[in-house]
């Protein structure tokens, strides 16, 4: 996804996410969804913890949907390497 152009909850973007998304679940020949933005969900880098961290504009228009049909997101933009466990409203929710 582009998270520099408008994804907010109605979007072109985010129904065609939506959609992307509903149809690879329902195929039966998939097994895992990956997904991928430039900016990360959740960041360990203060300097921008305003856009990733729970409550922000990104999580609050993506996050649900994301918990639902996604295995494994993969961003960038932060020039460090981080994993985390599964996180969801910013709980870590699974080991």
């Known amino acids: 996804m582009s998270t520099e152009h408008d994804y907010n909850v109605g979007s072109l973007q985010?129904?065609?996410i939506k959609n992307d998304l509903e149809k690879a679940s329902?195929?039966?020949n998939i097994d895992w969804i990956f997904f991928g933005s430039h900016r990360a969900f959740y960041s360990s880098d203060a300097d921008e913890y305003d856009s990733h961290?729970?409550?922000?504009?990104?999580l609050t228009n993506l996050e649900d949907l994301l918990n639902e049909y996604v295995d494994v997101v993969f961003s960038?933009?932060?020039h460090c390497y981080e994993r985390t466990p599964p996180v969801y409203k910013?709980?870590?929710v699974g080991p």
Do not use: A, D, L, Y
């Open 14 to 16: 985010w129904n065609f």
């Open 76 to 78: 960038g933009h932060e």
């Open 26 to 28: 329902n195929n039966s």
């Open 53 to 58: 961290s729970p409550g922000s504009r990104m």
């Open 90 to 92: 910013g709980q870590v």
